[in-house]
């Protein structure tokens, strides 16, 4: 089972971004949550989330 939160390390290789980067995207991503009353925590994403926002309605995960 993959887990629920994605760290930053991820959210690097997903986007092919630099940490700093990514960083910056998971704050805009949690604020947006937070909007709906969800609760986030700092330096990580709701992996849903990551994906919906990214590639539109499915939760589109990559398999290697």
Do not use: P, W
């Not at 997903?14 to 709906?36: G, M, P």
């Amino acid at each position: 089972m993959d887990k629920m939160f994605m760290k930053v390390d991820e959210v690097m290789e997903a986007l092919d971004v630099s940490e700093s980067y990514a960083y910056k995207l998971i704050r805009k991503l949690n604020r947006e949550l937070a909007k709906t009353g969800c609760v986030t925590i700092a330096g990580r994403i709701d992996r849903k989330f990551f994906y919906e926002h990214f590639y539109g309605t499915q939760a589109y995960e990559r398999r290697d």
